[in-house]
């Protein structure tokens, strides 16, 4: 999906997302949004925004892949079946890692993992068993889920088919990491030149550029090796 029809999709949520949720969808797609459901990736400290599976249903609300009613279905079929959401949480998070391992790849103009491809392609094939086209409001075909009752694993159908529209179109050659040493984080560079290097300039460019100054600022007042301080 390109960037501005996934900012559209976003914005057409059938009601109004979570006020307090924690997520950030500012990456441009789908599945990178995903992936970035964990922050601080490289660092030992790194925290982990879905934790439970209603931390997912979370997530899938306020990128507006579940309706309202999905997601009380979802929830109460959790609560039934805690097993089963355990095993969709935890297919969810493996599919996460492996989009990561996937797209971080291709952002350093590497190779995919093979055992991350194959996570994605396993989550590709169970999701497509689903697909259908379905008239959409503009008078065409658009993708869903025709005659498929939402299943506990319906937030990776999302998302794996959302990965699978990524790496076979052109916006490929747009995957960037954030250059944040904290961060990890991915996003479409949709500037003209290609020159985005930050997930996002409030936070990790501001931190960089708060970097830069300082130590602009210690390197002037720090004297230099040999020279007699006053």
Known sequence: ???????????????????????????????????????????????????????????????????????????????????AAAEALKQALALREAIYGVF??????????????????????RSMTHAGVVPSARGGYEWSWPDSPPGLDRVAWWVARAAAELLTSENLTSVRECAGYDCGWLFLDGTKNRSRRWCDMATCGNRAKGRRHYERRRSVQEPSPGVPQA
Request: charged share 20%.
């Open 1 to 83: 999906m390109a960037l501005e029809s996934y900012r559209i999709w976003v914005a057409m949520a059938e009601g109004p997302a979570p006020a307090a949720s924690p997520f950030n969808l500012n990456a441009g797609q789908l599945c990178l949004d995903f992936a970035n459901t964990v922050r601080s990736r490289p660092l030992n400290q790194r925290v982990d925004m879905i934790r439970s599976y209603d931390d997912l249903l979370s997530w899938a609300r306020q990128a507006t892949i579940l309706t309202p009613g999905e997601t009380a279905l979802l929830g109460e079929a959790a609560r039934r079946q805690p097993r």
């Open 104 to 125: 971080s790849a291709r952002a350093a103009g590497l190779p995919a993992p093979a055992a991350d491809l194959r996570t994605v392609n396993r989550a590709i094939g």
